[in-house]
């Protein structure tokens, strides 16, 4: 079934310190949540990621301090997904599915301000968010983000594919064109997101890269975003195999709009031809 509208939504103003590294030209930097809201017309409505949480505003979730400090997050209620859901004319209870590049803070924390939707993630990233065996993931996971219980719909590559990638294009309960396309790296089970409407595919990277460089290539990427890049991948060799994949997606289809989630210019960009 088709979708009816895509709303890019920023849900998390994000000022880290160093922006001067991070392609800037101030001390405090400038990144947004990038998440979309669709409208379909059988399945209700879809978050594609979440940002920050109404808990997280309220602190009752275990962010650490040292992010507050270094990332600088605003943590504004206005910005979560639940309140720009409300300033849109709609309902929470509208929101009957949340599909997620991966569960990292700033991606998942506005899970629990959707208790009844289906939370859809690939099944390597719901282990290593429960598990969470590894320092990286001991602060990149915060367990308070699911403690409701949320129903997850849990996939592995079992042999679709889109665009000659392995992907996940049918998930349980949807009928629009909404799929998870695995892009390992970053975390263990991370996945870029892609959704099809108005005759274009919007491919939501994630974390799969940083900064635009990254895939436009006339650039270098700017310093600090790289170092933080490599700072917090999981698993290099497959994001590495990741990133090339999207480049040749961008190389070879006209079709698509590619975008991360902390770039402010591709979503200022997205933003203003939605």
Request: proline share 4%; charged share 25%; net charge neutral.
């Amino acid at each position: 079934m088709t979708v009816r509208a895509v709303h890019h939504l920023n849900c998390g103003t994000m000022c880290p310190v160093a922006g001067f590294l991070l392609g800037g030209d101030a001390w405090r930097g400038h990144w947004v949540a990038h998440v979309l809201l669709v409208e379909t017309e059988r399945d209700g409505l879809v978050l594609v990621d979440t940002g920050f949480g109404t808990r997280d505003i309220e602190g009752k979730t275990g962010i650490q301090k040292v992010f507050i400090t270094l990332g600088g997050p605003v943590l504004s209620r206005s910005e979560t997904a639940v309140e720009q859901v409300r300033a849109l004319g709609h309902k929470p209870e509208e929101v009957k599915h949340v599909v997620t590049t991966h569960l990292d803070f700033d991606h998942a924390g506005g899970i629990s301000d959707f208790p009844n939707a289906r939370v859809h993630v690939h099944a390597r990233e719901h282990a290593a968010a429960m598990a969470r065996s590894h320092l990286k993931e001991r602060w990149r996971y915060l367990s308070a983000h699911w403690a409701h219980g949320p129903k997850w719909e849990v996939y592995a590559e079992d042999g679709d594919t889109w665009r000659g990638l392995p992907a996940v294009t049918r998930l349980r309960g949807l009928d629009a064109d909404i799929g998870i396309l695995p892009m390992h790296g970053h975390t263990r089970g991370h996945s870029a997101v892609i959704v099809n409407h108005a005759e274009r595919w919007l491919v939501h990277a994630g974390d799969a890269y940083f900064h635009r460089s990254a895939i436009e290539g006339n650039e270098r990427v700017p310093p600090g975003t790289a170092a933080f890049e490599r700072m917090n991948m999981m698993l290099p060799a497959k994001h590495r195999a990741s990133l090339g994949a999207l480049r040749q997606l961008c190389a070879s289809y006209r079709d698509l709009d590619m975008f991360c989630a902390h770039d402010e210019r591709e979503y200022a960009a997205l933003r203003g031809t939605a």
